[in-house]
């Protein structure tokens, strides 16, 4: 596709530039490795550069009129409806999900572009009373500055794009990092968009790279005063190390270990749908995915025959055919991971109710029940098609072993009884729940974001102008202040 050779570069001040690093970064389609793209690095002076590009063109953007920078979000907007059919074949060609997986991303970014439209005239300033005789107080709510924007593989067009959008729209600059296993979709796709809507040059900057060229650079520059990280959270902690070191503020959205909990008076079938589209969905590469279905055992027999039975019958293969419900792991070191916790779980003593193949990076699902309680595995995010199948007798148990992880992203309740529900989402320690639903939910206007080692901060309306902006006080004495020493 011409998208990928188009976009094969660096996108600096409003100029597309070959890379000044040392090593090429190759883009390939995950599921028959055909070469989508060869691109050079950014070295760290384009990482400078791109900083100081940045820097300078935010000073004017910020004291634009927001009406004005609306209208950049609006014809950005139009631009992604023009060009749905493009974004969406090249999803499918980088990532290896399928076309459903690709318009769904689509559709929703679409979604956060329109809540960015109106994030633009969203900060108000106030005027606050003061003790003192004669003194006005003001708070002005401004762009926070220049932000970094380090995005991940699975979702690299929502994910950059429900920061990129709103960020600008509020006055601020931005320089992405996509993820180097989705360099166009995460990174030069969006800077196209946002060049064509007429965005102003060097307020948007992409620099495809990674540490190993770069090293800290990108979070150490003394420039950004907003990280915004989305990836693993072994990264993520090293991000907010170094961000904290630097006194840079760091909106982090890690990793997830989620539990779909199905209690004894759930409508089963319905259950069963949610967990399978909550395990499998882009082959289980989702953060907020349902890695253990928790079962109580007046259940367990009558779901997990439905739900073998259901996730049997998914289709593995080419992600370009529409048949397809299962895709390709993004690259061979992930589908051979993956693989080796299978292995190890069937070794510590689970029972494989279904043992996927791997063919490449192709991985079949795999049900596995029966995993003793003192695994590690429990414990840990798996990034794939593998289910876990855990039963409890009882809420006080449920809520125990759903507990029972270091993470907190996202999470499942099924029952009749909604107040139930609601009371066990409530214990249960994590940044989102949903009740009869699946796991996998984002909504342009709720706060979204987790706890624990699944991240900090929030995104998604309000939480986004808090996010992205910065509270000025300007007092003004209109009579005379004692000074008294």
Known sequence: MSIFADLACQFIDGEWRAGSGSWDIIDFNPYDQEKLASITVAGVDQVDAAYRAAERAQRDWALRNPYDRRQVTERLLRLIEEREEEIVEALVLELGGTRIKAAYEVRLAKEFVREAIQLALRPQGRILPSPVDGKENRVYTQPAGVIGVISPFNFPFLISMKSVAPALALGNAVVIKPNQNAPITGGGLIAKLFQDAGLPAGLLNVLITDIAEIGDALIEHPVPRVISFAGSDKVGRHVAAVSAGHFKRVILELSGNSALIVMDDADVDYAVEAAVFSRFVYQGQVCMAANRVLLDRAVEAEFTEKFVAKVAALRTGDPRDPRTQIGPLINTFQAEALTSVVDRAI??????????????????????????????????????????????????????????????????????????????????????????????????????????????????????VEAFTTQKWVSIQHGRSPFAL
């Open 347 to 464: 070794a510590e003593g689970a029972t494989p109710l279904l043992r996927g193949r791997t063919e490449g990076n192709l991985v079949e699902p795999s049900v596995l029940a029966g995993l003793p309680t003192d695994s590690v595995l429990h414990g840990q995010e798996l990034f794939g098609p593998v289910a876990l199948l855990v039963p409890f007798d009882g809420e006080e148990e449920a809520v125990r072993i759903a507990n029972d992880t270091p993470y907190g992203l996202s999470g499942a309740v099924h029952t009749a009884n909604v107040e139930r529900g609601v009371r066990i989402a409530q214990r249960i320690v994590t940044g989102m729940i949903h009740v009869n639903d699946g796991t996998v939910h984002d909504e342009p206007q709720v706060a979204f974001g987790g706890e624990k080692f699944s991240g900090t901060g929030r995104l998604n309306g309000e939480s986004t």
